[in-house]
C-alpha cells in the first residue's frame, strides 16, 4: 500500500502570497494531521481533522486554514505569506483518534519563501 | 500536555545497544508514551509506545519506569541507518491525534 502523499514536494512563494498544500492518506484512514516543521526544531501542530470535521486546532494565526475532503484527503492553506512561513510542512495520517493510533508521516512540503 | 526533558545529543557505535533516556515527570495516569524517529530529509516514523508495561517490537524496546516519570528507548544493535533525531512524546486520549514534539535526542552512530 502506498504510505502518505503529499505535494508539492518543492515550493517556492513571495511574501504576501497564498499556497495551497495538498496530503492523500493511507488507505482506510480517516484522521489527517499538519505539522510545521522550522529548521533545527520538532514539528508543531497545526490542524487535525477527523471525518471530515476539524478536531484539533494549534497555535497558529488565522492566516492558516485546512480542510479535508470526502475522500479524506486534505488541503493546508496558508494566506498572505511571511518570510517566516518557510519551513518544511508535514502531513500525517491515522486510522482514527485515539492515542494508541500510530501516525504515519508523509514526506512533507518544503516551502520557501522570498 | 505534560512535558518531556531528553538529552540533545548521544553517540553510539555501530551495532552495539542504544538507551535513550526520556523523563516525563508529570505524566499523567492515562499518558501512553509514544517514541518517534525522524531520519534525515524524512518525516517522522512511529517506533513504539507503552502505557505501564515495558514493550517489545522489530524495532525497539521501551523500557517504563515502575513510577512512570521516566523511560528508556532501548536500540538493541545500532546500526548507520539508526541515526536519527528521537522524539519521546506523551499522549493522551483528549488530545486527539495530536503530537506535542519536544527538542529530541540527535543520535550519531559511529561505524
Known amino acids: 500500500d502506498a504510505g502518505v502523499t503529499q505535494s508539492p514536494t518543492h515550493l517556492i512563494k513571495t511574501r504576501g502570497q497564498q499556497v495551497t498544500l495538498r496530503c492523500s492518506p493511507i488507505?482506510?484512514?480517516?484522521?489527517v494531521s499538519w505539522y510545521q516543521q522550522v529548521l533545527g526544531q520538532g514539528p508543531q501542530f497545526i490542524f487535525q481533522?477527523?471525518?471530515?470535521?476539524?478536531?484539533g486546532r494549534g497555535n497558529f494565526p488565522d492566516r492558516f486554514s485546512a480542510r479535508q475532503f470526502p475522500n479524506y484527503s486534505s488541503e493546508l492553506n496558508v494566506n498572505a505569506l511571511l518570510l517566516g512561513d518557510s519551513a518544511l510542512y508535514l502531513c500525517?495520517?491515522?486510522?482514527?483518534?485515539?492515542?494508541?493510533?500510530?501516525?504515519?508521516f508523509g514526506p512533507g512540503t518544503r516551502l520557501t519563501v522570498t | 500536555d505534560a512535558k518531556t526533558t531528553q538529552p540533545n545529543s548521544m553517540e553510539s557505535n555501530e551495532e552495539e545497544p542504544v538507551h535513550l533516556p526520556c523523563n516525563h515527570s508529570?505524566?499523567?495516569?492515562?499518558?501512553?508514551i509514544h517514541w518517534y524517529r525522524q531520519l534525515p530529509s524524512q518525516g517522522p516514523e512511529y517506533v513504539i509506545h507503552?502505557?505501564?508495561s515495558n514493550v517489545n517490537n522489530r524495532m525497539a524496546s521501551l523500557a517504563i519506569a515502575e513510577d512512570r516519570k521516566s523511560s528508556t528507548l532501548i536500540l538493541h544493535r545500532a546500526t548507520l541507518r539508526d541515526a536519527a533525531v528521537y522524539y519521546c512524546?506523551?499522549?493522551?486520549?483528549?488530545?486527539?491525534?495530536?503530537?506535542?514534539f519536544g527538542e529530541g535526542t540527535q543520535l550519531t552512530v559511529n561505524p
Open positions: 500525517a495520517s491515522s486510522l482514527g483518534q485515539a492515542e494508541t493510533y500510530e501516525q504515519y
Open positions: 488507505s482506510g484512514h480517516k484522521s
Open positions: 481533522y477527523y471525518e471530515k470535521e476539524e478536531r
Open positions: 508529570t505524566i499523567s495516569g492515562t499518558d501512553y
Open positions: 507503552g502505557l505501564t
Open positions: 512524546i506523551l499522549r493522551r486520549g483528549t488530545s486527539g491525534s495530536r503530537l506535542t
